[in-house]
């Protein structure tokens, strides 16, 4: 434990050069850089056994830079670009410098990474997948100090759970043909909200509704760093209110309705209910709540409704499909994630002008038996093959 609190002590003062050498301002020299130079980039997951190994290559007059790297232990190769935004005015030496590095790996993960400068040849770095691990990075070393590195870290973190897969709908279809969740109206015109792992990669997506109509649905816009995507159908539709407060609290009730199993449970669209057990998700993520509602697959993309029958979050996993029991050596008891609505709302509003405010907000909270009677319509069985 000594060595692994040393470590990210280190990493936390050592890394990632992300000022000069990642934008690409100019050189201080009198001679103008046309040949990129590259530096060494070392990585790891903060509770997951593995290491990353790459570089940061400069390209000079570009504004950005070129990021590379493989992990040591399962071979996932990584890359991407690196962007700043926030450049203080008062800095002469690069620090304070700001940005970000959106990298994708071919496992189908993907890392968006935020950084800070802490000279012109050193900053620091974190980022976080999809499924919410976290990572730390070092950037600036010798090659020499980075050999000796990577080989103390591999060492501290080889005791940690193995780096858990990644869900993948692609194969999923692959093997059954078809794959299945939840989705829910978020305009009178047919737009619908679900997971983006629900639909990635899909051929064909049919949304069925309450009343089992079958309409065939068009991909609009994905996030899949937040796990949601925008889909339309022709259709006139009854939406549901999505949240727009941000005063989510511990114990509040909440449940949800959706499309779990159907191959085993039928059709019929079923209601779950819980609580908010943390404000938080994995490792701390701030764009998901915990919630205790039983999920199973097929409730991945349908809404997580407060006691006014408003959208505070889509639902999207649950903790035993992230750690595995050969993993961790414990089974899960209902710890389950969904995303905020606050991540819903960008890409609402980015495709369908003003229809947050089209929708009558909800005043009073309402008995659960009459949420689920007004949300029912609004809610839908996604099939995507």
Same mark, same amino acid.
């Given at each position: 434990m000594k060595i692994i609190r040393l470590i990210k002590f280190q990493i936390s003062l050592v890394i990632i050069s992300l000022c000069c050498n990642l934008i690409g301002c100019a050189p201080t020299s009198s001679v103008i850089q046309s040949t990129p130079i590259t530096y060494p980039v070392i990585g790891a997951f903060d509770n997951l056994n593995e290491v990353f190994k790459g570089t940061v290559r400069e390209e000079p007059g570009v504004g950005k830079n070129y990021v590379e790297m493989r992990g040591q232990v399962t071979g996932i190769?990584?890359?991407?670009?690196?962007?700043?935004?926030?450049?203080?005015?008062?800095?002469?030496?690069?620090?304070?410098?700001?940005?970000?590095?959106? @990298?994708?790996?071919?496992?189908?993960?993907?890392?968006?990474?935020?950084?800070?400068?802490?000279?012109?040849?050193?900053?620091?770095?974190?980022?976080?997948? #999809?499924?919410?691990?976290?990572?730390?990075?070092?950037? !600036? %070393?010798?090659?020499?100090?980075?050999?000796?590195?990577?080989?103390?870290?591999? $060492?501290?973190?080889?005791? +940690?759970?193995?780096?858990?897969? @990644?869900?993948?709908?692609?194969?999923?279809?692959?093997?059954?043909?078809?794959?299945? !969740?939840?989705?829910?109206?978020?305009?009178?015109?047919?737009?619908? $909200?679900?997971?983006?792992?629900?639909?990635?990669?899909?051929n064909e997506i049919i949304a069925i509704t309450n009343d089992k109509k079958l309409l065939k649905a068009n991909f609009v816009k994905g996030d899949p760093f937040n796990d949601i995507a925008l889909l339309k159908v022709i259709t006139t539709s009854k939406p549901l209110r999505i949240s727009t407060d941000t005063s989510l609290g511990k114990g509040e009730e909440v449940l949800t309705l959706g499309y779990p199993l159907v191959a085993i449970q039928g059709q019929e669209?079923?209601?779950?209910?819980?609580?908010?057990?943390? +404000?938080?998700?994995?490792? !701390?993520?701030?764009?998901?709540? #915990?919630?205790?509602?039983?999920?199973?697959?097929?409730?991945?993309?349908?809404? @997580?409704?407060?006691?006014?029958? #408003?959208?505070?979050?889509?639902?999207? %996993?649950? @903790?035993?499909?992230?750690?595995?029991?050969?993993?961790?050596?414990?089974?899960?008891?209902?710890?389950?994630?969904?995303?905020?609505?606050?991540? $819903?709302?960008?890409?609402?509003?980015?495709?369908?002008?003003?229809? +947050?405010?089209?929708?009558? $907000?909800?005043?009073?909270?309402?008995? %659960?038996?009459e949420i689920i009677e007004i949300c029912e319509p609004s809610v839908v069985l996604i099939a995507a093959r």
């Open positions: 190769k990584c890359s991407g670009y690196t962007y700043a935004t926030e450049a203080p005015a008062y800095s002469v030496d690069c620090k304070g410098w700001k940005g970000e590095a959106n @990298l994708t790996c071919d496992d189908g993960r993907i890392i968006k990474c935020l950084w800070e400068a802490i000279s012109c040849g050193k900053g620091i770095a974190k980022g976080v997948d #999809q499924n919410g691990n976290t990572l730390s990075f070092v950037y !600036g %070393m010798s090659d020499v100090e980075a050999s000796s590195f990577i080989k103390k870290l591999s $060492i501290a973190v080889s005791t +940690l759970p193995s780096v858990p897969p @990644l869900y993948k709908p692609k194969e999923i279809r692959k093997e059954k043909g078809i794959n299945t !969740g939840t989705g829910f109206f978020v305009s009178q015109d047919g737009y619908i $909200i679900t997971n983006y792992h629900v639909v990635e990669g899909a669209q079923k209601a779950t209910f819980g609580r908010i057990n943390a +404000l938080t998700g994995i490792q !701390g993520d701030i764009r998901f709540v #915990q919630i205790d509602v039983p999920i199973q697959p097929g409730n991945s993309g349908g809404p @997580l409704l407060n006691k006014k029958g #408003q959208v505070i979050g889509v639902v999207t %996993m649950t @903790l035993s499909e992230v750690y595995k029991l050969k993993e961790k050596g414990i089974i899960p008891q209902n710890v389950n994630y969904a995303v905020k609505s606050d991540y $819903i709302i960008p890409l609402i509003r980015y495709s369908i002008e003003d229809t +947050l405010k089209r929708v009558e $907000i909800p005043k009073d909270r309402k008995e %659960m038996k």
